[in-house]
C-alpha cells in the first residue's frame, strides 16, 4: 500500500492550500499518525473552513486518523450554513448567530451592527481573547487570521477571502444565510447594544433643526447615549445593500 494519500480539495478550500497541488488534488505522505484535522490545518486550510470530509464512502469527523493510500475528499461551505443545527463535524450547535470580529476586518464590525446582528469587536483584545468569547460566548469568529481560525476555541468562524468591507458584509451575510438580516436601527454602531426607542422630547435639544422638523421616531443606545434616526444616510445605506443583493428588514 502506497505511503501516499490524496486529498481532494473543493474549488472554494483549494484555493487556500499551501502547497502545489497536482491534477484533482494534493498528495500527502502519511509519515506519523494524525487526524485529518491537523493535516488540513497543516496545508494551510483552518478547521472551519471544512464542512465535510469523506474518506472510503463514508463522512468522517475531524479525529479520524489519516490512513495511507487513501482518497480524501474534503469540502468547504455549502451556503446557507445553519450555526445552530449540530453536523457530523460540529455537534454542539451554537444558540443563534452573533459573531466576534477580529481587527483585521474591523470594519465588518459596524456593518454587521448596521443590519441589526450582533457583532462583537474590541481594538484590545488578542487572538486568545477572541477565541476565549468564541468558546464561552457562543460566537463566530471572523478573520484574515488562519492561526486565529485554526485554535481548537474555535469551532465557528469564517476565513473572510474578501478584501473591501462592504464586500465582506455580503460574504458573510450570504454564507450565514442572513441576505435578509434583522434590519437598520438594531444596535449602536459603536457599543454594538440593542438600541431603545426614545421620546423625541428627550432628545430634542440634541437635534439639529431639520432633523426636528423631518423626523418622529428616535432611538438611543443604552450605553454611550448616542441618538440614531432613519434619517437620508440610511436611505442611501439601504439602497447599497439592495443592490449586493441584501434585503433588510423593517
Ligand atoms: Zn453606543
Same mark, same amino acid.
Given at each position: 500500500?502506497?505511503?501516499?494519500?490524496?486529498?481532494?480539495?473543493?474549488?472554494?478550500?483549494?484555493? *487556500?492550500?499551501?502547497? $502545489?497541488?497536482?491534477?484533482? @488534488?494534493?498528495?500527502?505522505?502519511? $509519515?506519523?499518525?494524525?487526524?485529518?484535522? /491537523?493535516?488540513?490545518?497543516? *496545508?494551510?486550510?483552518?478547521?472551519?473552513?471544512?464542512?465535510?470530509?469523506?474518506?472510503?464512502?463514508?463522512?468522517? /469527523?475531524?479525529?479520524?486518523?489519516?490512513?495511507?493510500?487513501? $482518497? #480524501? *475528499?474534503?469540502?468547504?461551505?455549502?451556503?446557507?450554513?445553519?450555526?445552530?443545527?449540530?453536523?457530523?463535524?460540529?455537534? %454542539?450547535?451554537?444558540?443563534?448567530?452573533?459573531?466576534?470580529?477580529?481587527?483585521?476586518?474591523?470594519?465588518?464590525?459596524?456593518?454587521?451592527?448596521?443590519?441589526? !446582528?450582533?457583532?462583537?469587536?474590541?481594538?484590545?483584545?488578542?487572538?486568545?481573547?477572541?477565541?476565549?468569547?468564541?468558546?464561552?460566548?457562543? %460566537?463566530?469568529?471572523?478573520?484574515?487570521?488562519?492561526?486565529?481560525?485554526?485554535?481548537?476555541? #474555535?469551532?465557528?468562524?469564517?476565513?473572510?477571502?474578501?478584501?473591501?468591507?462592504?464586500?465582506?458584509?455580503?460574504?458573510? *451575510?450570504?454564507?450565514?444565510?442572513?441576505?435578509?438580516?434583522? @434590519?437598520?436601527?438594531?444596535?449602536?454602531? %459603536?457599543?454594538?447594544?440593542?438600541?431603545?426607542?426614545? /421620546?423625541?422630547?428627550?432628545?430634542? /435639544?440634541?437635534?439639529?433643526?431639520?432633523?426636528?422638523?423631518?423626523?418622529?421616531?428616535? =432611538?438611543?443606545?443604552?450605553?454611550?447615549?448616542?441618538? =440614531?434616526?432613519?434619517?437620508?444616510?440610511?436611505?442611501?445605506? !439601504?439602497?447599497?445593500?439592495? $443592490?449586493?443583493?441584501?434585503?433588510?428588514?423593517?
Amino acid at each position: 500500500m502506497s505511503a501516499v494519500s490524496r486529498l481532494v480539495f473543493s474549488d472554494d478550500l483549494a484555493a *487556500l492550500v499551501r502547497r $502545489r497541488a497536482a491534477a484533482g @488534488g494534493v498528495d500527502y505522505p502519511v $509519515r506519523r499518525r494524525a487526524s485529518i484535522k /491537523d493535516v488540513v490545518e497543516s *496545508l494551510g486550510v483552518p478547521h472551519t473552513e471544512v464542512y465535510s470530509i469523506e474518506a472510503h464512502g463514508r463522512a468522517r /469527523d475531524f479525529a479520524w486518523l489519516l490512513e495511507p493510500g487513501c $482518497r #480524501v *475528499l474534503i469540502r468547504g461551505a455549502e451556503p446557507p450554513v445553519d450555526v445552530t443545527r449540530p453536523s457530523l463535524l460540529r455537534p %454542539r450547535p451554537l444558540a443563534g448567530i452573533r459573531f466576534v470580529v477580529d481587527e483585521n476586518v474591523a470594519r465588518l464590525a459596524p456593518l454587521l451592527r448596521l443590519v441589526g !446582528l450582533d457583532a462583537e469587536y474590541d481594538r484590545a483584545w488578542r487572538d486568545e481573547r477572541i477565541a476565549g468569547r468564541a468558546l464561552e460566548a457562543g %460566537r463566530v469568529v471572523l478573520s484574515r487570521d488562519r492561526a486565529l481560525l485554526k485554535r481548537s476555541a #474555535v469551532v465557528y468562524g469564517r476565513l473572510v477571502r474578501s478584501a473591501r468591507p462592504w464586500d465582506q458584509l455580503v460574504e458573510v *451575510l450570504g454564507l450565514f444565510g442572513l441576505l435578509r438580516p434583522p @434590519g437598520l436601527l438594531g444596535r449602536c454602531l %459603536r457599543c454594538n447594544l440593542e438600541l431603545a426607542r426614545v /421620546d423625541k422630547s428627550e432628545v430634542m /435639544d440634541r437635534l439639529e433643526p431639520k432633523t426636528k422638523k423631518y423626523y418622529d421616531q428616535f =432611538y438611543i443606545c443604552p450605553g454611550c447615549g448616542r441618538v =440614531y434616526w432613519r434619517g437620508s444616510h440610511c436611505e442611501r445605506m !439601504l439602497a447599497r445593500l439592495k $443592490r449586493a443583493g441584501v434585503r433588510v428588514g423593517p
